[in-house]
């Protein structure tokens, strides 16, 4: 069964904006680590992929304390599964997060979010426009080819933007709309992705 991402759309006769069900964390992170455990299972430790006889796992997930609304919706739907925040147990906020990554000279690891995320603003944009051009090119792929998805029963027009505008025409926009009153600039902070 295909799961589309929630892609924005845009009526193709009312220009009504709307979204596609957002289903992402779950079809495409959750459950791609989950067949990576299984394989890692088997290739390592020869526990068939098929058996329900697992022995329990620990996930550590890199919610802090101050996102304790994150943690409380985090719930492991397989009982092998035991989820863990190790940050948020040891207090750590995202500011001393981030602070113990200056104090320490680390780059501060990206989001794990996709270059082609309904959730991704217009600084996240311009700044992968700028800074990552391979994965700027990625995300205008995806944009040009989710356009029309009719044959998939989607009958209207889809964005990776939510100012329903094709990805390759913010530059020339300077990645400024007219009306950004809905328009967050900012990055993502749905609480619905892992870090």
């Known amino acids: ?78 009982k092998y599964i035991e989820l863990s925040f190790p940050l948020a147990e040891m207090g750590l906020t995202k500011e001393k997060t981030n602070n113990y990554y200056k104090e320490h000279g680390i780059t501060e690891p990206p989001s794990s979010v996709c270059n082609a995320c309904f959730a991704n603003g217009l600084t996240f944009l311009e700044d992968m426009y700028f800074n990552r051009p391979n994965d700027w090119d990625q995300a205008v792929l995806v944009d040009e080819a989710i356009r029309d998805m009719r044959q998939l029963g989607v009958e209207d027009e889809c964005f990776v933007s939510s100012t329903l505008i094709p990805l390759k025409d913010l530059p020339r926009l300077n990645f400024k709309k007219d009306d950004v009153s809905f328009f967050s600039k900012n990055r993502c902070n749905s609480g619905a992705c892992f870090l």
């Open 1 to 78: 069964m295909w799961r589309p991402p929630p892609f924005w759309t845009k009526n193709r006769i009312t220009g009504k904006k709307g979204r596609l069900r957002q289903k992402c964390t779950k079809y495409y992170k959750i459950a791609a680590m989950r067949r990576e455990l299984r394989k890692f299972l088997n290739e390592k430790f020869n526990i068939s992929l098929t058996t329900t006889r697992l022995p329990p796992i620990k996930t550590w997930i890199g919610f802090t304390s101050d996102e304790q609304n994150r943690i409380n919706g985090c719930k492991s739907e397989v």
